[in-house]
């Protein structure tokens, strides 16, 4: 079975994935109906890809004592030399893009791009991403962390589902080889 890449991300609708100060707080919106959307996408996950200032975000402030990707291997990627006594988090201090072309030819399930945006832009540029799953916020924040970064590559995409809920349009493309 072939594992795919897939970046799986919310962004504002003028394109960021977090504000000028890095806060994601924005994303919230009324939840009047359930959304299984990130359940049904999380359980053909079996690693986790993270820059480190995710990775920070999430252990210091948004899941302090419940990391939530515990029970999937963790690549954070930074240029820190760290290690962790979790077993299933590894600490990366390599580029991105060799990393994802040797998890691509191991055995396992699909492989989701967390962020932040310094992860996707070489992935993107490599060709790396099978599919995109983006859930527009329905939010204009005005600046912030652009989840595209500008590049001189251009990839095809083909919309594979739109789907609506809580006012958040959900869009899946794969990658056109």
Known sequence: MKRNVILFISMSLDGYIADKEGSIEWLSVPMEAEDTTYDAFYKNVDTVLLGYKTYHQIVT??????????????????????????????????DVVSQVQALKHDPGNDIWVVGGASLVRPLVDANLIDEYQIAIIPKLIGDGISLFSKSSHQQGLKVVNTNVINDIVYLTYHKVD
């Not at 899941?63 to 299933?88: C, G, H, I, M």
Request: net charge negative; charged share 30%.
């Open 61 to 94: 402030e948004l899941a302090v004592d419940d990391f939530p990707y515990k029970d999937v291997q963790t690549l954070v990627f930074t240029r820190r030399d760290l290690t962790s006594d979790e077993t299933n988090i590894q600490f990366i201090n390599d």
